[in-house]
């Protein structure tokens, strides 16, 4: 099956730092490529939409200039928490969808601890 | 507004039991209806998926099923491992621009 990867998988960082979190499709083109912050024991939560090459579509109550998104090519997104504060620390997930299969395969997640 | 309600919240069984999980919607226009696996501090792992036309599908000892017209949904897991502990999420996907909506998922853990 398609194989999604995260990198890191865990970070920890002083608050008022940026941190970047790269999403990659291992074995195929990901058309669109989405982000998901994850809270303990609740649902994942849809931050953004990227398409390569475009401007990422942001969630309502989600700041753009805080989660930097880039989809530089069809098999990279990157997500930069700018300035991160304790309160960003979360779980974050990418997924990737291949155009015409309408299937998100999703990342193993990035754990971020913000001190 | 597109909701997708699961139940239960959160189900103990022990191992080698049978257990059916349960996924209702409200999202219309409907393209398709996806079961996933995710364990704790991983990423969630497809089941199955479901498009309008298909009222059953497996995927090993889980098998899925869809009733479009009451816009229901069940998991069923068959002879319980103690690796099948995790949350069980639906996920329903609209039709046209929209996108997916997530159920809260239940988290089910499995006692030897």
């Not at chain 1, 930097?68 to 990737?96: M, Q, R």
């Not at chain 2, 919240?9 to 999202?27: A, M």
């Not at chain 2, 002879?79 to 502990?85: E, F, K, P, V, Y």
Request: hydrophobic fraction near 30%; glycine fraction near 8%; aromatic fraction near 8%.
């Amino acid at each position: 099956g398609a194989v999604v990867s995260q990198h890191p998988s865990r970070v920890i960082c002083k608050s008022g730092t940026s941190v970047k979190i790269e999403c990659r499709s291992l074995d195929f083109q990901a058309t669109t490529m989405f982000w998901y912050r994850q809270f303990p024991k609740k649902s994942l939560m849809l931050m953004a939409t990227s398409n390569e090459g475009s401007k990422a579509t942001y969630e309502q109550g989600v700041e753009k200039d805080k989660f930097l998104i880039n989809h530089a090519s069809l098999t990279l997104s990157t997500l930069t928490v700018t300035s991160a504060h304790p309160e960003d620390s979360s779980f974050y997930i990418c997924s990737a969808e291949r155009g015409g299969y309408e299937t998100q395969y999703f990342g193993p997640g990035t754990r971020l601890l913000v001190l | 507004k597109n909701q997708v309600e699961q139940s239960p919240q959160s189900l103990i069984i022990l191992e080698g039991k049978n257990c059916t999980l349960q996924c209702n919607y409200t999202v219309s226009p409907f393209s398709n209806l996806r079961w996933y696996k995710q364990d704790t501090g991983r990423g969630p792992v497809s089941l199955t998926i479901m498009t309008f036309s298909e009222n059953t599908k497996s995927n090993g000892r889980y098998t899925a099923t869809l009733d479009a017209d009451t816009k229901q949904s069940s998991l069923h897991i068959t002879a319980s491992q103690l690796s099948d502990s995790a949350s069980y999420i639906c996920v329903v996907r609209g039709g046209g621009a929209d996108g997916l909506t997530f159920g809260k998922g239940t988290h089910l853990i499995i006692q030897p």
